[in-house]
């Protein structure tokens, strides 16, 4: 923001001033005061002090309780996952099935984590391009009258609670869904992710593709509020050179707003992998590592936790909430990795 | 920073989205009839107090309709019954959080009995069953309306994979002159853990001990097949898929008008499902427990041609004794009209069955002798 500057004025000597030969006309113009600076050691003015001190500890206070949260959460989570990882009497990490409360346990979050991070990545690589192509429409393409409404209705989709979402998918999309699967199973059924045993419909493509539904709006918020505030003068000096309009978002919108477009994608990321009742209602849960999108099945570790809570004994719950846990880590991973990506690229751009 | 309208106005719809989002899940079940019995006015004695219970989603309806006649009658008492589940159930009662739990299975012996024992102190924890629901095999095959005949080793090997086409020779001989088209099964089970998934791979593992060899579970075991979430989602996966196959309380097929078959009991003979079929087979289970505790050991091993043997039963889990002398009084009564014939009488309106006359003497006595 553009802070106001000092004044100086320096022009001729108003008409009707006296000829004063020889005395320079900005002494006749009245100076603006100078700048204040707070005396740090001024006592005469301890209210104002008081102020910014009660300020400051609330702003530090709000930062460190936010802290305080994030530890108390992962230091419950992993309170309440001990018990059950050690009556778990096979590997937590490889063990594909899960019966924590059977009689020897046994659990593992193999196909939930594959599950989880698999229909993630699927939702992110359908809804990423979407996005930021309704960034681009909104932010350069759509006439001004249009734009506005347009980012709003986006906006919306947002606002939709993720069971209405479910209840879509499982109702509308899912019969609706086995055409287009049967489809890509006849013609692309040699590459192993469209091979299927003949059954389509509650499959980890359809659970993907409610997930790009839901990611889409948050994407394409973050990005075309990065769009948006590309500098005019690099717009203008593509224009100059003679860019065509897509060379133009190619070579100053984009770059400008990739960090942008991948915060945006994080975010979409996380609230794709933690989305639970839509999934649930969508997937076929089975225990299962199978990159056979089309066929039945799948699980995630939110969904898990929504199916199999109700009826969990003591060892059940703390396996979900170790479970939980594991989606902590893998969003916190994903989260650091995209800062780790955002920082190395440096060059300018809004975050 | 100037708040953009429309983020405004988008933060007021998210709000109200989040407001609209009630979680709740409808266990269907038909319209519950008022009570309109005459004898209603001996069947209920009031209280004043508060009762708070949770658990089984299977008897929530039944529940639900106990708890408005009861305030109907006496505004001074409040009762309230959450769903959640039935370990959830379990869970809270044990630690001390509510008064009485709702569970589609008795309390577990060993550490989970020793529990819900601590937590009462002076007496154990017992079970009493109240709600009776039985199970229905709903499919989906087009031209055929009426009732298959399937027979527990039948279910059994569709159920777990080894017929695989409604025209399978194993069908066919048991359904003379239906015409059963070459289809694909597609079998539904549950998602989530249940009291009807362990009630009917109880009732494979005990008729059909040959084909079945998943053992008993509330968490489905089997390969293959489809995952739905809530007898809701199984039900509507049989109606919209061609060839689909599942089971589910009875009130969900009756609702979305599925047919269900007619199982087969130890005997190999054909029982259909109707309410009295179902009640027969309750009047035969086993009381092995003593001392107020109801515990229901199914006799799977009945021949009797006119007992329908796939159902489940709700239990109440409560104290015998050790229950807060403010809440003894309303507990006692309200489990009493839930118990009395006026209340089981309800449960035909909510798809569930009542109990049968024995058991029902036997469960007004437990209740009466809470301490």
């Not at chain 1, 717009?235 to 100053?252: D, F, L, P, S, V």
């Not at chain 1, 975010?267 to 990159?291: H, K, M, P, Q």
């Not at chain 2, 209603?40 to 949770?54: D, E, K, P, Q």
Request: charged share 10%; aromatic share 8%.
């Amino acid at each position: 923001m553009d802070e106001p500057e000092p004044t100086t004025v320096s022009m001729a000597p108003p008409a009707n001033a006296p000829e004063t030969g020889g005395v320079h006309a900005s002494s006749l113009v009245a100076q603006p005061p100078a700048p204040r600076m707070l005396p740090s050691g001024d006592l005469s003015r301890p209210a104002r002090r008081r102020g910014d001190a009660i300020f400051r500890m609330l702003a530090q206070g709000s930062g460190a309780l936010l802290l305080v949260i994030m530890a108390a959460i992962a230091v419950f989570l992993v309170l309440q996952a001990i018990p059950a990882l050690k009556a778990d009497t096979t590997s937590f990490l490889t063990t594909l099935g899960w019966a924590p409360d059977a009689t020897p346990s046994s659990f593992g979050i193999a196909s939930l984590a594959f599950g989880s991070v698999l229909t993630s990545l699927l939702a992110l690589l359908i809804s990423v391009p979407v996005a930021v192509g309704v960034a681009l429409a909104t932010s350069h393409y759509a006439p001004r009258w249009l734009a506005r409404p347009l980012a709003y209705v986006v906006d919306l989709l947002a606002a939709v609670p993720s069971v209405v979402f479910g209840l879509w998918g499982l109702m509308y999309l899912v019969p609706i869904i086995i055409g287009p699967s049967s489809f890509l199973n006849h013609y692309l059924g040699f590459i192993p992710l469209f091979a299927s045993n003949g059954t389509y419909g509650k499959s980890i493509f359809a659970a993907s593709l409610v997930l790009a539904v839901m990611a889409i709006p948050i994407v394409a918020a973050i990005s075309r509020e990065v769009f948006i505030r590309t500098p005019r003068d690099q717009i203008e000096a593509a224009w100059a050179i003679g860019a065509t309009k897509w060379e133009m978002i190619r070579t100053a919108v984009l770059p400008y707003g990739r960090s942008g477009v991948i915060s945006g994608t994080v975010l979409g990321f996380g609230r794709a992998v933690g989305e639970t009742i839509a999934v649930a209602l969508v997937l076929s849960a089975n225990y299962e590592i199978s990159f056979h999108i089309l066929e039945p099945g799948g699980n995630t570790i939110a969904a898990n936790i929504a199916n199999r809570y109700g009826e969990a004994a003591a060892v059940g719950r703390g396996a979900l909430i170790a479970s939980g846990l594991v989606l902590f880590i893998i969003t916190l991973v994903v989260n650091f990795g995209a800062r780790a990506i955002v920082g190395r690229s440096g060059r300018g751009g809004a975050s | 920073m100037k708040l953009p309208r429309h983020r405004a106005v988008l933060g007021l719809l998210a709000g109200s989205g989040l407001l609209i989002t009630a979680c709740g899940s409808d266990t269907g079940g038909g319209v519950g009839s008022p009570s309109t019995n005459p004898g209603g006015a001996v069947a209920i004695t009031c209280s004043s107090g508060s009762l708070t219970a949770a658990g089984s989603t299977a008897q929530q309806n039944a529940v639900a309709q106990w708890i408005k006649d009861y305030l109907n009658k006496c505004s001074a008492a409040n009762i309230n019954y959450g769903g959640g589940g039935s370990g959830q159930g379990v869970q809270q009662f044990t630690d001390g959080k509510i008064d009485f739990a709702g569970s589609d299975f008795p309390l577990a012996a060993g550490t989970e009995q020793q529990a819900a024992d601590a937590r009462c102190k002076t007496g154990p924890a017992v079970n009493i069953p109240m709600v009776g629901g039985p199970i229905a095999i709903g499919y989906n095959v087009p031209g055929v309306t009426k009732a298959l005949n399937l027979s527990s080793s039948n279910l059994a090997k569709i159920f777990s994979g080894k017929i695989t086409n409604w025209n399978d020779a194993a069908i066919a001989q048991d359904n003379p002159g239906t015409q059963l088209p070459s289809l694909g099964i597609q079998t539904f089970h549950r998602s989530d853990g249940s009291g009807t998934t362990y009630n009917f791979t109880n009732y494979l593992s005990n008729d059909a001990k040959a084909d079945w060899t998943f053992g008993t579970n509330k968490n489905w075991a089997a390969p293959g097949g489809q995952g739905a979430k809530g007898s809701q989602g199984v039900a509507q996966g049989v109606k919209s898929t061609s060839g689909g196959i599942g089971y589910f309380e009875l009130s969900f097929a009756t609702q979305s008008q599925i047919p269900y078959a007619a199982v087969g009991n130890a005997e190999g003979k054909f029982v259909p499902l109707t309410q009295d079929n179902a009640v027969n087979f309750l009047s035969k289970a086993n009381v092995p427990g003593t001392g107020g505790d109801l515990k229901l050991q199914f006799d799977y091993a009945t021949t009797d041609a006119t007992a329908y043997p796939n159902l489940l039963v709700t239990y109440e889990i409560v104290c015998s004794k050790g229950n807060a002398p403010d809440k003894l009084p309303l507990l006692k009564n309200f489990l009493g009209y839930a118990a009395s014939p006026a209340g089981q009488q309800e449960l035909t309106g909510q798809g569930s069955i009542p109990l049968p006359d024995n058991l029902q003497n036997q469960v007004r006595q437990a209740v009466g002798s809470l301490g």
